[in-house]
């Protein structure tokens, strides 16, 4: 599969099985995608696939908008620039008529107005182009997880280390383990996100707060301190490296 002018080197025909999308078992998304260019369109469904869930696609809004309003769908990702009915518009649409179903826009607008006017349309989360078919997926799989009542929790748990949310202590191990707020919320989206590849953007989005790079090493300084915390001396690291696409805490 030849990658996409629009999308990162990174398709999943080029990472090492296993590495980037784990078995899913029945835990697959169905997924609407809404995107006019049709090789792009091809390229992220077939990926979608591959990972192992159900991808649907609609060349223009105005399908987009008709297939959307079924309801059978998890996640909807749509292109800003769309004939008939542009991205935006399908939003509002699909918003105003009470829709609840999780929407990620993707579009070559990037700059910070595009975005907020994405998620003021009642988008979720907005991906720019070029993107990554990795953070596509981990973005998608979020927003699904998000949705799915099962993600109301309490309690946290990969391996022996466990978090509760409700009287925010962490320990491994039987062992209480001293977080400062910031680790906390660090560790606590990493949990939620368990076996799953969370890149740099994400983290800066739902842990920092940032919706644009600071140009810093925050996000290396709190996950070595967060490292040296949970995974110091024990046989069993839980916290990974994924070199050249971000974190994944995993037993």
């Not at 469904?45 to 809004?61: N, T, W, Y």
């Amino acid at each position: 599969m030849t990658a996409h002018p629009l999308l990162a080197h990174d398709g999943p025909q080029t990472e090492p099985a296993g590495q980037l999308w784990p078995e899913r078992g029945k835990d697959n998304v169905r997924i609407l995608v809404i995107e006019d260019d049709l090789e792009a369109a091809t390229y992220v469904q077939k990926g979608l696939r591959e990972s192992g869930h159900v991808a649907d696609h609609a060349a223009d809004g105005e399908e987009g908008v008709t297939l959307a309003q079924s309801g059978i769908y998890d996640v909807i990702v749509v292109d800003r620039m769309l004939p008939k009915k542009d991205g935006l518009s399908v939003v509002e649409t699909l918003r105003a008529e009470g829709s609840k179903t999780p929407v990620l826009f993707l579009s070559a607008l990037g700059e910070v107005d595009d975005r907020v006017k994405g998620l003021r349309a009642g988008g979720d989360d907005y991906l720019t182009k070029p993107f990554a078919f990795a953070e596509l997926l981990a973005r998608i799989e979020v927003l699904a997880r998000r949705a799915s009542p099962e993600s109301v929790q309490t309690k946290l748990q990969v391996g022996d280390l466990e978090l509760d949310l409700l009287t925010r202590k962490v320990q491994r191990g039987g062992q209480e383990i001293d977080l400062q707020p910031r680790e906390f919320r660090l560790l606590e989206y990493l949990m939620k996100n368990r076996g799953q590849v969370v890149t740099r953007t994400m983290l800066l989005e739902n842990v920092w707060d940032y919706h644009f790079d600071p140009q810093t090493n925050v996000i290396d300084v709190h996950m070595s301190r967060l490292r040296s915390k949970i995974d110091k001396g024990h046989a069993n690291p839980l916290l990974h490296t994924v070199r050249g696409a971000g974190y994944m805490i995993r037993e």
